[in-house]
Nanobody, 128 residues
């Protein structure tokens, strides 16, 4: 059993920054892959970033690479998503997800079906 809680969303102007947090409980933090996804009404869930289990391998979605940075704080069982240079199209609900107990192959991080647990999401709104 894994519980994920997102926080840090809010309203920000174009070009601004937000830092999202995902706190993980119920399972050893080091044994899981944690990813960030976002989903807006009428659109498919979009991969944002992930930290893969077993090593500090970072993965980023094509549309956010260079603006967003994923990081890990083992002492606090948390994963962060630093979002800079925000655009209106970044407006979405952001979810963190966890995949415990899997062998994690290259190509898994971008697939929502490979994650077993999901948080409730945090709203990010970017306005002009």
């Amino acid at each position: 059993q894994v519980q994920l809680v997102e926080s840090g969303g809010g309203l920000v102007q174009i070009g601004g920054s937000l830092r999202l947090s995902c706190t993980v409980s119920g399972r050893s933090f080091s044994s899981i892959t944690v990813g960030w996804f976002r989903q807006s009404p009428g659109k498919e869930r979009e991969f944002v970033a992930a930290i893969e289990q077993g090593a500090d391998n970072f993965r980023y979605g094509d549309f956010v690479r260079g603006r967003f940075t994923i990081s890990r704080d083992n002492a606090n069982n948390a994963v962060y998503l630093q979002m800079n240079s925000l655009k209106p199209e970044d407006t979405s609900v952001y979810y963190c997800a966890a995949a415990p107990g899997r062998t994690w192959y290259k190509g898994y991080s971008h697939r929502p079906d490979k994650y077993d647990y999901w948080g409730q999401g945090t709203q990010v709104t970017v306005s002009s």
